[in-house]
């Protein structure tokens, strides 16, 4: 009957390590996939590095482009538009420099 228990204990004890482990790397799964979100996209405003291209670090509807309408400024994620309807308020809707899109900037 000792060695039942003894052999019940290592399969208790197996049994948990393996429900550590499984946590540890659902955690990590977890972790890793929200900075994966955070990493790859770009909200309005946010700095880009390659001005005209639309998605790269820039989310769904969005073009990077310079800050101010004189195109100085650094670059950023500014929303698409056609006019300035599209745009909110206190913001205007100028060309992107190369490329045929225009990006709604503060006044």
Do not use: Y
């Not at 060695?3 to 948990?16: L, M, S």
Request: hydrophobic share 35%.
């Amino acid at each position: 009957m000792q060695g039942h228990c003894a052999e019940t204990g290592r399969n208790f004890r197996r049994a948990v390590l393996r429900w550590r482990a499984m946590r540890k790397a659902v955690v990590v799964a977890f972790v890793a996939s929200f900075v994966g979100l955070v990493a790859c996209s770009g909200s309005k405003g946010d700095s880009c590095d390659d001005e005209g291209k639309v998605g790269g670090q820039c989310d769904e509807g969005l073009v990077c482009g310079r800050a101010k309408v004189d195109d100085t400024g650094s670059l950023i994620c500014l929303k698409q538009c056609n006019t300035v309807v599209d745009c909110g308020a206190n913001e205007q809707c100028n060309a992107v420099a190369k490329t045929d899109l225009k990006g709604c900037r503060p006044d």
